[in-house]
């Protein structure tokens, strides 16, 4: 990928063309290149000298690698057979990339958890080289979810009517347990647009029980900022939040 005015006009006719279309990829890479961020932010700063912040950030980066290692899985096995089903070939530079990450993330998880074990003196090395090679790793996902963005959604759309493609959403949520979607909740719904987080929950309301989509209207108490909170309360039809003015 070129980051140039040619790239770019180009990427926004793909996205004009794609409008209104079920789009597979974008929730979920805002939450992971929002997580992806943040744990490396995290990890540049983390206190070698201070071992309970040492902890929390191999806790965090561990999590992070779960969840991609988990997407991963999703993405393997149901987006990638779909194409292959009707677009053979156009996922293999993609899937060989997964296997890559993989290999990345059992060495980023090896290396987080050795933190935990290692002294002061040890720490301010092996945190040097956990955030080179985080960097490393996030950087080469943004390039594979670009490649995902653009030319697998090509393929989708052309390929797939939009009732198709939420079929194959549907199953995909469907075997993702409570823990994990909350975890991509809690990086999803900040960093999705407005109309996006929108939508998010009123396909939550429509098709999560009662207990789920309360739990996850609640955590936006935390996760939003107020302006933000009254305009999902009112495209939600409900209350005001008293002292919030969606703007």
């Not at 393997?76 to 053979?88: K, M, Q």
């Not at 998880?109 to 996030?138: H, M, N, S, T």
């Not at 987080?197 to 999560?208: F, I, K, N, P, T």
């Amino acid at each position: 990928m070129q980051s140039n005015a040619t790239e770019m006009a180009s990427v926004a006719a793909a996205a004009r063309a794609g409008q209104g279309r079920l789009n597979l990829y974008a929730g979920i890479h805002k939450a992971l290149r929002a997580f992806m961020a943040d744990t490396l932010i995290q990890v540049g700063r983390t206190d070698f000298t201070d071992a309970a912040d040492v902890g929390r950030t191999a806790d965090q980066v561990d999590e992070l690698m779960a969840l991609c290692a988990s997407h991963v899985a999703h993405e393997n096995d149901f987006v990638h057979p779909a194409l292959e089903s009707r677009c053979p070939g156009v996922c293999l530079p993609v899937a060989r990339d997964h296997d890559a990450h993989l290999h990345h993330i059992a060495h980023l998880r090896d290396a987080a958890r050795a933190l935990r074990v290692q002294e002061g003196a040890e720490r301010e090395p092996a945190l040097q080289a956990l955030y080179l090679a985080l960097a490393l790793f996030v950087a080469d996902n943004f390039q594979h979810m670009h490649t995902e963005e653009t030319v697998h959604n090509a393929a989708l759309w052309a390929a797939y009517s939009d009732a198709e493609l939420i079929g194959i959403h549907d199953a995909l949520l469907a075997t993702i347990p409570p823990a994990e979607m909350m975890q991509v909740m809690r990086w999803m719904l900040p960093n999705l647009n407005a109309p996006e987080r929108l939508d998010v929950m009123q396909g939550m309301r429509s098709g999560a029980p009662a207990a789920v989509f309360d739990a996850m209207l609640a955590s936006t108490q935390d996760l939003l900022s107020p302006g933000d909170r009254a305009k999902l309360a009112r495209g939600l039809g409900l209350p005001p939040v008293p002292g919030l003015v969606a703007v």
